[in-house]
């Protein structure tokens, strides 16, 4: 088995809950408009410009208003607890740790917004973790786009095939793998680390050889 020696995480659904649906639940009762929303604002490809930085939040807000007459006050509580949803997963954070007290080199690429990474960076504590960090709303590159994947390979100077990339979203680690990462999807920690500690283990055979 080929030997991994660094490692790229994802964030939302790995490290931290995302959940649109339930998003929607904390903001609404209404059944009706939580479902408008859905389609209008998380499944509307301005989602996705918001996420690649082509869109500002005011922007967003104005777009998604006028396809469905929601009010920009009402739409901004939806994007406040967007941010407020973004909580970290225990176990996924616990793996992280354990891996850098390991010595194990971390990543993160991460499809989000500037405004929302910003609130984060404050709110949460394992950016430390990372010798490297990529969000799409600032390099304007999105997952499973080739071009994320290089990009942060080249600016690391990192071997793609002695790197692991874990995400929970199946196209993305297709992407991961199209450029000759070791694609690992997220079902939970506990099964991502039997995954990861198998790639680790090719590593250190692969030093210890003579």
Known sequence: MAGVRSV??????????WDPVKILARVTPDEALRSLLLEQLFRHPD???FNRGALSEPELIGRVGARTRRSRAELELVLDAVRESL?????SVALLNSLARR?????CLSDMPVSVYAYLRFRLRFWDAFEGIVISGEVKLMKPEREVFEHLLTRYKLVAGETAFVDDHPPNVEGARAVGLHGIQ???AELCAEELDAF???????RSAP
């Open 200 to 206: 680790l283990a090719g590593a250190v055979a692969e």
């Open 186 to 188: 997220f079902r939970s």
């Open 47 to 49: 989602w996705r410009a």
């Open 103 to 107: 010595g194990v080199p971390l990543y």
């Open 8 to 17: 790229i995480f994802d964030l939302g659904g790995v490290l931290l809950d």
């Open 87 to 91: 909580t970290a997963k225990p176990a």
